[in-house]
DNA sequence: CTGTTAGCGCGTTCAT
DNA sequence: ATGAACGCGCTAACAG
């Protein structure tokens, strides 16, 4: 691999020459920029990027932990921070925290030991503690779809209680009065926050709740399917139900297909996520929109401007989210 | 950020012994490295991986470049790249192509440049000359998902043909005479491949091919939706038709519905790579699986053997597509 | 077992 | 405008 010594001698210039043409110095003559290029494509010369992380002290790179970048909704994240990351001219290194608490610190300590500046982290399995001490540790590090008081202004999250009030509320409006509600079995916030969303807005609509109208599974399609035998079994009136997240509807789409059951004609359902699934299921699921692109993005601004130690100005960075109408949710009638 | 100067001063040692026990060499004393360890911890001490990198003349990074990492099938690739990378303490870095050949080449030049030393590359927009130069550079440099003779040894791909094939052939056994075909009209190796896989299908079973039965639209829901219109439109008495891939397939099925033409009492469909939503879509859509998590982990440890200079031992790196028989293909009966 | 030292490739003063 | 020289943080001889 060629290097800047050999690009000078090629050239018959000192390498501060050379560095200053590949850095664009404006105190470089003609010459010597035609010299260095020729020198440089001739020798086929490429900069070593940790050299110059050293000296430059920075390696201009983005980090991100994300849960598995095989599901679309994290697919979709990384995407939107690319976009971010590559317009600042910011590299992109990735881990996968595979919902552990040791594969989600072994990551986060990666990506710091890399020389990340800007880190967006999605962890679900740390303590606040933990986090709390890595973000005062580097000032870049941004948290995405978790939100901790003591450093909310690094937080960029989801209402998730709105969210579930959102999807059980329009039921409620649809005429639905026993609405059952699959939720998941992680035992993370937003299982809470949504269920409590959901539990809320029957609360307010002076709608009777009780926990046999709950049922719990893994938040995915089996989970779903599980959660939704076990919600028929117990032979409830039920006429609609919200449910955690998309897979798990998915789930629940296929358990009533397999009961006869049909939706939403004599169920309604209401999923949350809006993921990539939603409208390919039958019917095309209503469900809860989780703007993650729009809220990477912003993480992503947010990182890249506090690793720069600019100052950030104020703002929400609670989003919320909004009902998505498609089709399996239609007014209760009671025949 | 504390340097081993700062953890040898700490520690009353030199740097070389700072060094040794940081690196588990053998020869360290207990001492020493209990007052390493120690010195260590009280300064909070991390590595700098550029300075690391640039003595050791390896980053330990391997580089990928997918089409758009938001599309779960290569949200699913990069997830087993991750799994044998991560396995050999490589880290990942990341970049998307979005199908542009400007794009795609930026990337890698990119990951080359940040000293990447192994690289899987999935590019459909270069041109093999381009790509076997990018080879020859680099000699941790593979191939996924296409396939260059000059460079064979380099290349991961799938027999696309064949899985057409299969796909097709699938139909015929199943009484179908007049299949039509959705294909892409992206303009690379894969819609060529498959289109010919299911030309051939026919023509092996003595079945009239035409023009009129195949029609074009962009590799997605929206393309699929459109060429199954068109086809409609024709009024061809069409009982089952094969797809380029799921997406399309997944359109298909919306024309269709909406045209209420039964899938599969009145129609077979039969989608491609058995991606994310096959198995979401209504009838679970039978396909052909494209068996990308297994070429990913293969293209992956290629990568990494021949950027470790070793020998690899030659095999065979087309892989086999093959059928997953779900709901959406029944036999042809007259009434 | 330990310390001293050279140098990885590059950016950056400071002279010239 | 250009070049010589130093140092970024670390590893790997080498000498002790």
Request: neutral net charge.
């Amino acid at each position: 691999m060629a290097t800047v010594k050999d690009v000078a001698k090629e050239a018959n210039v000192s390498i501060a020459t050379v560095s200053r043409v590949i850095n664009h110095s404006p105190k470089a003559s003609k010459a010597a920029i035609q010299a260095v290029t020729a020198a440089m494509k001739k020798l086929g010369y490429r900069p070593n990027a940790a050299a110059r992380a050293l000296v430059s002290q920075s390696t201009q790179t983005m980090g991100i932990l994300v849960g598995d970048v095989s599901d679309p909704f994290f697919g979709s994240m990384v995407k939107a921070i690319d976009t971010v990351a590559t317009k600042q001219g910011k590299h992109l290194l990735i881990g996968n925290g595979y919902h552990s608490a040791k594969k989600e610190r072994e990551t986060i300590e990666l990506l710091i030991n890399q020389g990340c500046e800007a880190l967006v982290i999605h962890s679900k399995s740390l303590t606040g503690q933990e986090l709390i001490a890595f973000a005062e540790e580097i000032p870049g590090l941004v948290l995405i779809n978790r939100f901790i008081p003591e450093i909310a202004n690094r937080c960029v999250a989801l209402d998730n209680l709105k969210g579930s009030y959102l999807a059980t509320e329009y039921l409620i409006k649809n005429g639905h009065k026993q609405i059952g509600y699959i939720c998941s079995n992680h035992d993370i916030e937003d299982t809470e926050q949504r269920k409590a969303g959901y539990l809320q807005a029957l609360k307010d609509n002076n709608l009777p709740h009780s926990e046999s109208h709950i049922e719990y599974g893994a938040p995915d399609e089996e989970g779903g399917e599980l959660a939704m035998t076990n919600l028929l079994a117990k032979g409830l009136p039920l006429t609609a139900i919200a449910t955690y997240n998309d897979y798990m509807a998915a789930g629940a789409l296929s358990a009533l297909e397999d009961n006869n059951i049909a939706v939403p004609a004599h169920m309604s359902i209401i999923g949350f996520d809006n993921g990539l699934i939603a409208k390919y299921l039958h019917p095309k699921l209503t469900t809860v929109r989780y703007p993650i692109q729009m809220m990477a993005e912003k993480a992503a601004m947010l990182s890249l401007t506090l690793a720069n130690k600019e100052e950030q100005k104020a703002a929400t960075m609670i989003f919320v989210p909004t009902l998505v109408k498609r089709l399996s949710v239609i007014p209760f009638s009671a025949n």
